[in-house]
T-cell receptor, first 113, second 114 residues
């Protein structure tokens, strides 16, 4: 699976947009970019995923660069409840590896009042 | 209704004991997983089952034995518990193992081995 690089931590003011970057320069052409988050003491929660095109759902937007080597997760109006560790994951396709999510260290996003 | 549920939520036991953690999903998914999150917060896959068949078995001691009685359940049995087994264990499920499918996680079981 391609590796990802994320900042260790970020801060964001409540009500503002939170932009979380992720580098995945070794991503293969048919690998998806997934974002999950883990709020303290809870199980990870799926946010969004994409292959090439930008994606948007009720939680967030995912912007993938044209060369697919990096992406940005955007929480348009961050709230205190968005404070969590955010994981950017590239999902492999070979054999059984496409079944698993390989979590890195993620980015701790702290939303401040 | 909870999509992915685990029991118990907390488990405290002595070294050497045998314990089980149960997981159930009511999403109709074909694939289920067990992940372990250690004290440093690293989250790692342990096992994956698809339609009751073992798909992934990462480097996990054979003291850990998953059992899938049906597609909706994936239980984790641990023999001869050791201090290093203390962690939070998460169960998850997905529609199938395809790359486009999201995984739904349970609330976790915090295991403490004394």
């Amino acid at each position: 699976d391609a590796k990802t690089t994320q900042p260790t931590s970020m801060d964001c003011a409540e009500g503002r947009a939170a932009n979380l970057p992720c580098n995945h320069s070794t991503i293969s052409g048919n690998e998806y970019v997934y974002w999950y988050r883990q709020i303290h003491s809870q199980g990870p929660q799926y946010i969004i995923h994409g292959l090439k095109n930008n994606e948007t759902n009720e939680m967030a937007s995912l912007i993938i660069t044209e060369d697919r080597k990096s992406s940005t997760l955007i929480l348009p109006h961050a709230t205190l409840r968005d404070t969590a560790v955010y994981y950017c994951i590239v999902r492999g396709l070979s054999g059984g590896s496409n079944y698993k999510l390989t979590f890195g260290k993620g980015t701790l996003l702290t939303v401040n009042p | 209704d909870t999509a992915v549920s685990q029991t118990p939520k907390y488990l405290v036991t002595q070294m050497g004991n045998d314990k089980s953690i149960k997981c159930e999903q009511n999403l109709g998914h074909d694939t289920m997983y067990w992940y372990k999150q250690d004290s440093k917060k690293f989250l790692k896959i342990m096992f994956s089952y698809n339609n009751k068949e073992l798909i992934i078995n990462e480097t996990v001691p054979n003291r850990f034995s998953p059992k899938s009685p049906d597609k909706a359940h994936l239980n984790l049995h641990i023999n001869s518990l050791e201090l290093g087994d203390s962690a939070v264990y998460f169960c998850a499920s997905s529609r199938d193992g395809g790359s486009s499918n999201e995984q739904f996680f349970g609330p976790g079981t915090r295991l403490t081995v004394l």
